[in-house]
């Protein structure tokens, strides 16, 4: 009897020893964090002008759902809050201080857009909240010494820029160039990049048409572009203007050498509406993995992918370069908060974040990796040429990283 009443009390023990509280008996935690939950904010544009870019915050609460029913990160299951800013500043304004003061979340994660993240930038490293992995290639995003709260992700918008430059230079060196951008820090950025790459050769350059993405629609712009007698059409745009400039180019039967920025690339929002025959050849760059290509049919990332969207996410389509987009940085976001530990404050969320060593999402191409410091906060830095050939993009040539800046 007594041996029993021993063992009784030894088996309670253990399970104390093992209790919940015990086990985060010596977590830190920052306001929007606590043994049972991290609250992440979120905001991009489910509405407006390029309201097709919403589909980046479903696949993200589908892929924390994932991560919640295998048991959260840590034991703590994410309480994800997506807020629609229309991709208006002013209402990133807004949802940025509603996350931060009303709900209270520990970070904002993957806020959607270069001029919506540039009005909150101030405000997020005024608070000390992390803005992390913002959802734009904006060189103002790795600025640690300067604004240490905030990070971005994907390869900057100069680097493309020199990389469209490297390319034009080795197979048309006596190309004319007509630019159409976006009339804000997005569009000059890339702009910057490609003339930094053409070095003394900026001349080739002989028409540049900006346009604000409040307007319907961009022909007028497209005409004074042919007009100028250019022989090659970079159209650094996001998914809605990128489909105008194609179907544009095909109606005045132009046939330049066409560059497409990688952000205005997908197969699903842009190349499918704007028809596979009016974009046969049309260059751009790319970094992910396409789910569609058969290169990648027996990858087990891929396949990985395939079954977190046929379980969370069925109706996503995958020749959407965004699906696949959302689905790398919400790996990306994960494996933070997994080095976090039971420390989740602020300060260790951004310490974390500049600390990633060759992390490999599931859905980056081969070579390509994820690495930050304390004095580097651009996490991706290497892209790839592509061609657009049927109805996927062929890859070709070598990976080009951020030290590309052609000749």
Same mark, same amino acid.
């Given at each position: @009897?007594?041996?029993?009443? &021993?063992?009784?009390?030894?088996?309670?023990?253990?399970?104390?020893?093992?209790?919940?509280?015990?086990?985060?008996?010596?977590?830190?935690?920052?306001?929007?964090?606590?043994? $049972?939950?991290? #609250?992440?904010?979120?905001?991009?544009?489910?509405?407006?002008?390029?309201?097709? !870019?919403?589909?980046?915050?479903?696949?993200?609460?589908?892929?924390?759902?994932? %991560?919640?029913?295998?048991?959260?990160?840590?034991?703590?299951?994410?309480?994800?809050?997506?807020?629609?800013?229309?991709?208006?500043?002013?209402?990133?304004?807004?949802?940025?201080? $509603?996350?931060?003061?009303?709900?209270?979340?520990?970070?904002? &994660?993957?806020?959607?857009?270069?001029?919506?993240?540039?009005?909150?930038?101030?405000?997020?490293?005024?608070?000390?909240?992390?803005?992390?992995?913002?959802?734009?290639?904006?060189?103002?995003?790795? =600025?640690?010494?300067?604004?240490?709260?905030?990070?971005?992700?994907?390869? =900057?918008?100069?680097?493309?820029?020199?990389?469209?430059?490297?390319?034009?230079?080795?197979?048309?060196?006596?190309?004319?160039?007509?630019?159409?951008?976006?009339?804000?820090?997005?569009?000059?950025?890339?702009?910057?990049?490609?003339?930094?790459?053409?070095?003394?050769?900026?001349?080739?350059?002989?028409?540049?048409?900006?346009?604000? %993405?409040?307007?319907?629609?961009?022909?007028?712009?497209?005409? #004074?572009?042919?007009?100028?007698?250019?022989?090659?059409?970079?159209?650094?745009?996001?998914?809605?203007?990128?489909?105008?400039?194609?179907?544009?180019?095909?109606?005045?039967?132009?046939?330049?050498?066409?560059?497409?920025?990688?952000?205005?690339?997908?197969?699903?929002?842009?190349?499918?509406?704007?028809?596979?025959?009016?974009?046969?050849?049309?260059?751009?760059?790319?970094?992910? #993995?396409?789910?569609?290509?058969?290169?990648?049919?027996?990858?087990?990332?891929?396949?990985?992918?395939?079954?977190? !969207?046929?379980?969370?996410?069925?109706?996503?389509?995958?020749?959407?370069?965004?699906?696949?987009?959302?689905?790398?940085?919400?790996?990306? @976001?994960?494996?933070?908060?997994?080095?976090?530990?039971?420390?989740?404050?602020?300060?260790?969320? @951004?310490?974390?974040?500049?600390? !990633?060593?060759?992390?490999? +999402?599931?859905? !980056?191409?081969?070579?390509?990796?994820?690495?930050?410091? +304390?004095?580097?906060?651009?996490?991706?830095?290497? @892209?790839?040429?592509?061609?657009?050939?049927?109805?996927?993009?062929?890859?070709?040539?070598?990976?080009?990283?951020?030290?590309?800046?052609?000749?």
């Amino acid at each position: @009897m007594r041996a029993r009443v &021993f063992a009784a009390l030894a088996s309670g023990l253990a399970m104390f020893a093992l209790s919940p509280s015990d086990t985060f008996a010596q977590s830190k935690y920052d306001i929007g964090a606590n043994d $049972r939950e991290i #609250k992440i904010g979120n905001i991009l544009a489910y509405s407006g002008p390029v309201s097709s !870019l919403g589909i980046i915050g479903k696949v993200e609460a589908a892929y924390f759902q994932k %991560i919640n029913d295998e048991g959260g990160v840590n034991g703590r299951k994410i309480n994800f809050i997506s807020y629609d800013d229309a991709y208006s500043p002013p209402k990133t304004v807004e949802q940025a201080r $509603r996350l931060v003061e009303s709900d209270e979340v520990l970070l904002i &994660f993957n806020p959607v857009g270069t001029p919506t993240n540039a009005a909150i930038q101030k405000y997020m490293n005024t608070k000390r909240v992390p803005q992390l992995f913002v959802g734009g290639g904006a060189t103002r995003w790795n =600025n640690p010494a300067e604004f240490p709260w905030t990070m971005g992700f994907q390869p =900057n918008y100069q680097t493309e820029g020199r990389i469209f430059a490297k390319y034009i230079l080795t197979t048309k060196p006596d190309a004319k160039i007509a630019v159409l951008y976006q009339n804000d820090d997005l569009g000059k950025d890339y702009l910057k990049g490609l003339k930094d790459g053409l070095g003394d050769k900026a001349s080739m350059i002989v028409a540049e048409e900006s346009y604000e %993405i409040s307007e319907p629609v961009i022909d007028s712009h497209i005409v #004074k572009l042919k007009a100028s007698g250019a022989d090659t059409f970079i159209s650094i745009a996001l998914p809605k203007v990128a489909a105008q400039s194609i179907r544009k180019i095909s109606e005045l039967s132009w046939k330049p050498l066409f560059i497409l920025s990688s952000i205005g690339a997908s197969i699903g929002t842009v190349i499918r509406p704007a028809g596979f025959e009016n974009s046969q050849g049309i260059i751009s760059t790319v970094y992910l #993995k396409d789910p569609l290509d058969p290169q990648w049919a027996n990858d087990e990332a891929k396949q990985r992918f395939d079954a977190f !969207l046929a379980k969370y996410a069925p109706e996503a389509d995958k020749n959407d370069y965004f699906v696949v987009y959302a689905y790398v940085i919400s790996q990306t @976001m994960v494996k933070v908060l997994q080095q976090c530990g039971n420390d989740l404050t602020r300060a260790n969320i @951004m310490r974390q974040a500049s600390n !990633l060593k060759d992390f490999k +999402p599931d859905m !980056l191409l081969p070579g390509i990796a994820l690495n930050t410091s +304390p004095t580097d906060f651009a996490p991706m830095k290497d @892209m790839r040429t592509a061609r657009l050939k049927g109805e996927r993009w062929e890859i070709f040539g070598d990976i080009m990283s951020g030290s590309d800046r052609g000749n």
